[in-house]
């Protein structure tokens, strides 16, 4: 008997596995045991095929993390920021993480504020982590730009894709030197608080923008 020709959900499927090898491999995640990757296949089977071939497949491997320093305090911007997360959660494994804000912040100076907070955001960090900052000296990105690069990091090996605002004065060089890069939202100053919501509104864009859905219009 000649053997079976392989459809597209198996080619679907072995890309996946692949996928998630080379992720341990390459970047020393524990990634699948061989009797995950089975159970890991089964799981897979009961997916139509439409969506094991989608760009979201690959997201489930990844979860997206927005690291923030100190509590939204307005609690109008915190309102957008949880429904605009709860909408992101709907594609693909998202969350915001707060590290606390520093005491005595007062009589600290700026530069010692930058380097306590740098301390907390390391820590909060793993090994293998893709790590950007929101930044204003970083890429400028139109929406559909934003959506191609989340699109292409699936392949990057990351488990995590982690975006980073800091406080009110920037980043610690230790921050610096640990990140793969920094995006800006704008050539304008925005509040803190504010980017936060605009970065988790742009995430939720570019979300619908893969799966072609009606939100984003150019």
């Known amino acids: 008997m000649a053997p079976k020709k392989a459809g597209r959900r198996d080619l679907c499927i072995a890309l996946l596995l692949e996928n998630s090898v080379s992720r341990a491999e390459g970047f020393r995640f ?104 929101l930044d204003e000296g970083g890429r400028e990105f139109r929406s559909v730009e934003l959506a191609s690069f989340l699109d292409r990091q699936h392949s990057s090996g990351a488990r995590r894709l982690v975006f980073v605002v800091g406080g009110p004065y920037g980043f610690a060089p230790a921050v610096y030197a640990r990140a793969n890069g920094k995006i800006s939202l704008s050539r304008l100053t925005f509040s803190h608080q504010m980017v936060r919501l605009f970065f988790t509104e742009q995430l939720y864009r570019a979300m619908t923008i893969l799966r072609g859905e009606p939100y984003h219009h150019e």
């Open 30 to 133: 524990s990634g699948f045991s061989p009797f995950s990757s089975f159970l890991f296949s089964l799981y897979l089977s009961s997916i139509p095929s439409i969506f094991l071939c989608s760009p979201f497949i690959f997201f489930l491997l990844m979860k997206l993390l927005l690291l923030v320093v100190g509590r939204t305090v307005d609690k109008h911007l915190s309102a957008l920021i949880d429904d605009y997360a709860g909408r992101i959660k709907h594609y693909v494994p998202f969350e915001m993480e707060v590290i606390p804000e520093l005491k005595n912040a007062k009589s600290l100076s700026f530069e010692q504020q930058k380097e306590r907070e740098g301390e907390l955001l390391l820590r909060s960090l793993k090994e293998g982590d893709a790590v950007w900052l």
